[in-house]
């Protein structure tokens, strides 16, 4: 535990690349197995699972400590964090500390920590975690109690870890990114298998296991000014779940693109799918689907992050899987070969696959710049968001590579709203009020429809803080009322009806586009307006 909270320490103490590769490499090469297999499940965030609440927590400290529970949120609000608020404020609890020799973190991770399910009242449980508590220092506190809450995160994107893991080991990048894909047991075999030199078995993954997904970038014109067009097609951009169809002998599996296993959120995919034949993995976009059209991604919500998926919803919210590319055939790993062919070979086996369920995504040529841009301008009509623009001679590659996929989206929807309420954000913004909700008109009032985290540079961001403290109206909570005279332009993807919100509408991925410091109030948008935009959705 406490080599793992001191690199902790050094790559949260750093903005460098190279200086938190470099640290993560060092803790590879001398750790142990058993330790450094539960660090890398650490860092890429696979220990999801919350054991204790950041409430339950709360009241632990709270009963141990003088410190009256106004002082505590006063911390937190300035902290922004519980587990972190906690870690600074033991520091000066009077409780008699223990010492203990150092515990590895596998013996941590795999035998201390699920004795909190074994807890039969909650004083066992606050005994048990105050003695965890005074055995270790300030950070170990900190790691701990987010391991704890399940939010362990750290600024360290798997990308790093994968890099520095190729330096100390001598593997390719692409290698390590395919054997670390879904979940996998932090064993030491699993370790010792992971670190072996490449193999011929490195272009078949485990029974289930997806392989690394190609993502596109933004679109640049100038990419394609000099391009020879003919080497580049076009292919809608659908607004669903990302993921990839697995077919091997005795197995079937969906994984979306968060790695996440959602073969059980589509149960009707099973026998129709398993009719194609075995070893084919297949990669493309999962969507709600209604007379040979893709319904708002609101129905596709209504599907996930359920144990279990009613035939009534399934009923109601009907799915489709729209092929994009073929990345395994007859068992064979194939994402090197041109895009051509793996499209020619994906053709080839839908033939005789049921439209209903599943179909080939279209490949659109184009001649110019601007034969693609109207290309993209007709997206909405086909509900779609925009274009993928991809070279027919790019093999399928690990994560965003520039220069061979192109994502080129619609310009997002747009509407005049005015700033209500503002609630201080978390970690380095608890202390800045950065969450807004925005209003339109509805008659002579305000009604609340979206709120947005994202979209003002710092400068306005301290400008607006500062607005908002000496303009409070009324507080609820860390919510503060304030007075509505600001006008801002929200961009949005989607817009669909609700009966959970208010003004009767939800937009998709609401951010700030710019502060209209140009337009009174009186002038933002209504409702109508927006439900005029749904029409036109529709």
């Not at 964090?81 to 203990?100: G, S, V, Y």
């Not at 879904?182 to 993954?205: C, H, M, N, R, W």
Request: glycine share 4%.
């Amino acid at each position: 535990m406490k080599r793992f909270t001191q690199l902790f320490q050094q790559v949260d103490a750093t903005t460098s690349t190279n200086e938190k590769v470099k640290a993560l490499q060092h803790y590879f090469r001398e750790e142990e197995p058993a330790n450094a297999v539960w660090a890398m499940y650490l860092l890429l965030s696979k220990t999801r699972k919350r054991l204790i609440t950041s409430r339950v927590l709360r009241d632990v400290f709270l009963q141990i400590s003088d410190i009256p529970e106004w002082l505590f949120e006063d911390c937190y609000a300035q902290v922004g964090d519980t587990a972190e608020a906690i870690a600074l404020l033991l520091r000066d609890t009077p409780f008699e500390a223990k010492t203990a020799s150092p515990i590895p973190l596998h013996v941590w991770m795999e035998t201390i920590i699920p004795t909190v399910k074994t807890m039969d009242s909650d004083e066992a449980l606050r005994n048990l975690i105050v003695s965890w508590w005074s055995s270790l220092t300030e950070f170990e506190v900190f790691i701990l109690n987010k391991v704890l809450t399940g939010a362990f995160r750290v600024g360290v994107s798997e990308k790093l870890v994968i890099k520095a893991l190729a330096a100390e080991f001598n593997l390719s990048e692409a290698v390590l990114a395919h054997r670390l894909m879904g979940d996998f047991p932090p064993t030491v075999e699993f370790y010792d298998a992971l670190i072996t030199e490449e193999s011929e078995t490195d272009g078949k993954q485990m029974p289930t296991g997806p392989y690394p997904f190609f993502l596109a970038s933004s679109f640049e014109d100038a990419r394609l000014q000099e391009a020879e067009l003919s080497r580049w097609q076009a292919e809608w951009k659908w607004d669903g779940i990302r993921a990839q169809i697995i077919h091997r002998p005795d197995q079937f599996a969906i994984w979306s693109r968060g790695e996440d296993l959602i073969t059980h959120q589509f149960p009707e995919f099973s026998v129709p799918f398993q009719q194609l034949p075995e070893g084919v993995v297949l990669d493309g976009e999962i969507l709600c689907w209604e007379d040979d059209r893709p319904q708002n991604f609101s129905y596709l919500q209504k599907r996930l992050g359920r144990k279990r998926v009613t035939q009534k919803v399934i009923d109601e919210n009907p799915a489709h899987f729209i092929a994009y590319d073929l990345l395994e055939d007859n068992g064979q790993d194939i994402r090197s070969h041109p895009l051509s062919d793996r499209r020619q070979r994906l053709t080839k086996l839908l033939e005789t696959a049921d439209p209903k369920w599943l179909s080939l995504s279209k490949a659109m040529p184009f001649q110019s710049l601007d034969e693609l841009k109207q290309l993209r301008d007709q997206a909405r009509e086909h509900s779609a968001e925009g274009l993928m623009i991809k070279a027919i001679d790019s093999p399928y590659l690990v994560g965003r590579k520039r220069g061979y996929w192109w994502k080129y989206k619609l310009d997002p929807m747009t509407l005049d709203a005015v700033l209500i309420y503002a609630q201080a954000g978390t970690g380095k913004r608890a202390n800045l009020f950065t969450d807004y909700t925005f209003a339109l008109w509805n008659g002579d009032e305000l009604t609340p429809f979206a709120k947005a985290y994202s979209g003002l540079d710092n400068k306005e961001i301290d400008e607006l803080d500062k607005w908002i403290r000496r303009h409070t109206v009324e507080k609820f909570g860390p919510v503060r009322s304030v007075e509505p005279i600001h006008v801002f332009e929200i961009g949005f993807e989607g817009i669909a009806e609700s009966k959970r919100h208010k003004s009767g509408i939800s937009v998709r991925f609401p951010r700030i586009l710019r502060w209209r410091k140009d337009k009174p109030v009186k002038e933002a948008d209504t409702i109508q307006a927006a439900f005029a935009l749904l029409e036109t959705q529709k």
